[in-house]
């Protein structure tokens, strides 16, 4: 059992920077792979990144590559994203999930993941 407990979020302007931190509760934190998700109003789930366990690979979607960060500390039991040049469209609720056998870090679908946070808002202002 993995309980995840998101923070960093909030209102910043365009062009500014958060860092969303994950903490994660139990041993074994550092056997999962971990994503970031978010869910922007009618709109689907979307991985934003992804972290293999080791922290050796990562993914990044498309529309945050250059921008957003992800890392993770297992001796801390915490991932981060580092969210950098942010933009209006990155305005969403930020899930993070932990998930296993992703291998190498890749896109995620959220029907792969075992464990989520509650979320936390990012509301980016032009």
């Known amino acids: 059992q993995v309980q995840l407990i998101e923070s960093g979020g909030g209102l910043v302007e365009a062009g500014g920077s958060l860092r969303l931190s994950c903490a994660a509760s139990g041993r074994a934190f550092s056997s999962y792979d971990m994503a970031w998700f978010r869910q922007a109003p009618g709109k689907e789930r979307e991985v934003v990144a992804s972290i293999s366990w080791s922290g050796g690979t990562t993914y990044y979607a498309d529309s945050v590559k250059g921008r957003f960060t992800i890392s993770r500390n297992n001796a801390k039991n915490t991932v981060y994203l580092q969210m950098n040049n942010l933009k209006p469209e990155d305005t969403a609720v930020y899930y993070c999930?932990?998930?296993?056998?992703?291998?190498?870090?890749?896109?995620?679908?959220?029907?792969?993941?075992?464990?989520w946070g509650q979320g936390t808002q990012v509301t980016v202002s032009s």
């Open positions: 999930a932990a998930l296993r056998g992703m291998v190498v870090a890749r896109m995620v679908s959220p029907t792969e993941c075992d464990y």
